[in-house]
């Protein structure tokens, strides 16, 4: 791979995963209706992780499945359950939020943040499995 289409890879995958972990991390801590205005852009960083991540395993691991592999794998696995975590409980309440009275926004909102904390937790199994598999 070119050093210039990985390096712009490397950083498209660093930064829209610190966006994705970070804003999740912060929402998982906020009882708010931002949640569900931040939700189409974590998303959207969600989808870029996987992508250039997918991209940075093809070109530098290659179909090699040892250690350090699985160990990225597992974090892998990790961010595609936080990002399924989202859709189902934060993007369902986004809906209902669309279409509810204010009156409902408590209940929404604890969907919203109960998404974002699973996520959040996940993603940081994801980031310590690059951490640790980086000395394997």
Request: charge should be neutral; hydrophobic fraction near 60%.
């Amino acid at each position: 791979m070119d050093a210039y289409l990985l390096v712009a890879t490397l950083t498209l995958h660093v930064l829209a995963g610190v966006f994705w972990a970070g804003s999740t991390s912060a929402m998982a801590n906020l009882a708010s209706t931002d949640a569900a205005r931040l939700f189409p852009f974590q998303m959207g960083s969600a989808a870029l992780t996987v992508l250039t991540g997918l991209a940075l395993w093809w070109f530098q691991l290659g179909t090699n499945f040892d250690t350090h592999e699985q160990i990225l794998a597992v974090g892998l696995v990790a961010a595609l359950i936080a990002a399924a975590a989202q859709i189902a409980l934060v993007g369902r309440a986004r809906s209902r939020l669309a279409g509810s009275a204010p009156a409902d926004d408590s209940a929404t909102n604890t969907n919203m943040t109960q998404g974002n904390r699973i996520a959040a937790g996940l993603l940081m199994i994801t980031v310590a499995s690059m951490v640790i598999a980086r000395f394997f």
